[in-house]
């Protein structure tokens, strides 16, 4: 019995020494998962914060994958219903589309009468009434919109960080964006002013950004719509979206000026290529019009005119997809 105590502290003294190498192992083992996480670029946090991060990533891709579903949703009815009345719109005009069709009407006259004046026949009569009552009024409207839409990204920049300027100044949203259609003239003033008009009835502002987007179908202006979307969910900064918008768009337009500098060769030899052919027949029609009398007063010389200008449209359409470089 005299050994028990010997025994008893013996035994203690080899709990408490396990205890404290358990201790220190676990320890050093902690250290290094801590130090193979840093280098893996993982969080050194607490289960919490990993839960906090993992709930946080989860939001942003449901926020994302909502976006990406709305954006698509939009894009196909935009797909769908490119209607003449939102041609108008996009193209700046205030006219009804009944007014657009009287317009057609009367520039097909003056086709089917230019087509008369120069001697032609029945095609090529027909084929100035086809062209001057559904294609040229077309092409114009597409030209005027495309003229608005570039006026538009060159002065949208600047609106921007405008617009972050007033927001830092302590100004509300609606009233920035309401200065900014005052401030600025043009497409953008005019869109904003909407955006504006639509607001004060009680419509959200990235909701009427988004049929913005429908009047101003344009890259930049749809990631306009979709930062102020992220805003109003996420409660970020608008500011600070706004500014990095303003940095994207001034990048993509010099990206764009860049690309319109490198292709200028080719654009200009399409160019020269397509209109030789109308060069030379007008210069033939006014030196020898007996020459190509043939092609105007007979039916086959009609065909003849058809098969040329369509077989010239092909080309053209295939040289401008060939130069045509989207960013």
Same mark, same amino acid.
């Given at each position: 019995m005299e050994f028990l105590p010997i025994i008893i502290a013996v035994i203690?003294?080899?709990?408490?020494?396990?205890t404290i190498i358990a201790l220190m192992m676990n320890r050093e083992s902690t250290r290094k998962k801590r130090m193979m996480s840093v280098i893996k670029g993982q969080?050194?946090?607490?289960?919490?914060q990993v839960d906090e991060k993992d709930?946080?990533?989860?939001?942003?891709?449901?926020?994302?994958?909502?976006?990406?579903?709305?954006?698509?949703?939009?894009?196909?009815?935009a797909e769908n219903?490119?209607?003449?009345?939102?041609?108008?719109?996009?193209?700046?005009?205030?006219?009804?589309?009944?007014?657009?069709?009287?317009?057609?009407?009367l520039s097909m006259i003056s086709f089917v009468v230019l087509a008369k004046l120069i001697g032609g026949g029945t095609m090529l009569l027909i084929m100035g009434a086809v062209i001057g009552l559904l294609g040229f009024p077309r092409f114009v409207i597409k030209k005027m919109a495309a003229k608005r839409q570039k006026n538009f990204l060159m002065e949208f920049p600047d609106a921007l960080e405008a617009t972050?300027?007033?927001? !830092?100044? /302590?100004? $509300?949203?609606? +009233? @920035?964006?309401?200065?900014?259609?005052?401030?600025?003239?043009?497409?953008?003033?005019?869109?904003?002013?909407?955006?504006?008009?639509?607001? !004060?009835? /009680?419509? $959200?502002?990235? +909701? @009427?950004?988004?049929e913005c987007t429908k009047r101003m179908p344009l890259a930049e202006m749809q990631m306009f719509a979709t930062g102020l979307s992220i805003q109003a969910q996420t409660g970020s900064s608008l500011s600070e979206v706004l500014m990095n918008l303003s940095g994207v768009i001034r990048a993509r337009f010099k990206l764009k000026r860049k690309i319109k500098a490198l292709s200028s060769e080719a654009v200009a030899s399409a160019a020269i290529i397509a209109s030789l052919p109308l060069v030379v027949t007008g210069g033939l029609y006014f030196l020898n019009y007996e020459y190509l009398e043939v092609l105007f007063i007979t039916r086959t010389g009609n065909i003849l005119i058809f098969g040329a200008l369509a077989w010239m449209g092909v080309g053209c359409f295939i040289m401008k997809q060939m130069i045509n470089f989207k960013v």
């Amino acid at each position: 019995m005299e050994f028990l105590p010997i025994i008893i502290a013996v035994i203690t003294v080899l709990v408490i020494a396990g205890t404290i190498i358990a201790l220190m192992m676990n320890r050093e083992s902690t250290r290094k998962k801590r130090m193979m996480s840093v280098i893996k670029g993982q969080s050194s946090g607490g289960d919490s914060q990993v839960d906090e991060k993992d709930l946080q990533n989860k939001r942003r891709a449901e926020i994302a994958k909502k976006l990406k579903d709305e954006k698509a949703d939009e894009k196909a009815d935009a797909e769908n219903k490119v209607t003449l009345k939102l041609m108008l719109q996009q193209a700046g005009l205030s006219i009804s589309v009944a007014q657009f069709w009287i317009f057609s009407v009367l520039s097909m006259i003056s086709f089917v009468v230019l087509a008369k004046l120069i001697g032609g026949g029945t095609m090529l009569l027909i084929m100035g009434a086809v062209i001057g009552l559904l294609g040229f009024p077309r092409f114009v409207i597409k030209k005027m919109a495309a003229k608005r839409q570039k006026n538009f990204l060159m002065e949208f920049p600047d609106a921007l960080e405008a617009t972050v300027r007033l927001l !830092k100044a /302590g100004m $509300p949203v609606s +009233e @920035a964006i309401a200065m900014i259609s005052k401030e600025f003239d043009g497409p953008v003033g005019e869109e904003m002013e909407r955006i504006y008009d639509k607001q !004060k009835i /009680g419509i $959200p502002l990235h +909701e @009427a950004a988004m049929e913005c987007t429908k009047r101003m179908p344009l890259a930049e202006m749809q990631m306009f719509a979709t930062g102020l979307s992220i805003q109003a969910q996420t409660g970020s900064s608008l500011s600070e979206v706004l500014m990095n918008l303003s940095g994207v768009i001034r990048a993509r337009f010099k990206l764009k000026r860049k690309i319109k500098a490198l292709s200028s060769e080719a654009v200009a030899s399409a160019a020269i290529i397509a209109s030789l052919p109308l060069v030379v027949t007008g210069g033939l029609y006014f030196l020898n019009y007996e020459y190509l009398e043939v092609l105007f007063i007979t039916r086959t010389g009609n065909i003849l005119i058809f098969g040329a200008l369509a077989w010239m449209g092909v080309g053209c359409f295939i040289m401008k997809q060939m130069i045509n470089f989207k960013v």
